[in-house]
């Protein structure tokens, strides 16, 4: 769900203009990791159950803010046009949900450190090209 607005300032340049808006995100990312089978380390033998699962969900802001440069306009003043909209979203640092179980578990608390190593990826970059056309007269 987005809302956004564009701005032509460059009377000059037509069609160059700022695109700004917000997004209400359903941005999950998830992973999870299993043994398929056991494994033995000196002499001793792990089962699969023995092994575990870890589970890691990120999530970031459900309300992201964008700005871009939007090159064309989103209604055409000919028949068909295109637009290229360059830009990127703020969705601040990822949160991380790590579920594991078995020997693995204790990675539940590298979560701080997941979270740490992934602070500096707060924008989510976007590149759209869209084909207009013009329905009317």
Do not use: H
């Not at 964008?66 to 909209?85: A, E, H, K, W």
């Not at 204790?106 to 084909?131: C, D, F, H, M, R």
């Amino acid at each position: 769900v987005c809302l956004y607005g564009e701005y032509y300032p460059f009377n000059k340049a037509r069609g160059i203009g700022i695109s700004a808006g917000f997004t209400y995100s359903f941005l999950l990312l998830s992973a999870n990791a299993s043994s398929t089978e056991g494994f033995t380390s000196d002499l001793v033998n792990f089962t699969v159950e023995q092994i575990g699962k870890i589970d890691v969900k990120l999530t970031t802001n459900t309300i992201m803010p964008y700005l871009g440069l939007c090159f064309g306009r989103s209604v055409p003043t000919r028949r068909i046009n295109m637009r290229l909209d360059l830009g990127s979203y703020y969705m601040g640092s990822p949160k991380a949900d790590v579920k594991a179980t078995g020997l693995i578990r204790q990675t539940e608390g590298e979560k701080s450190q997941l979270e740490e190593n992934l602070k500096g990826y707060v924008w989510y970059p976007y590149i759209a090209l869209n084909i207009n056309v013009k329905i009317t007269k």
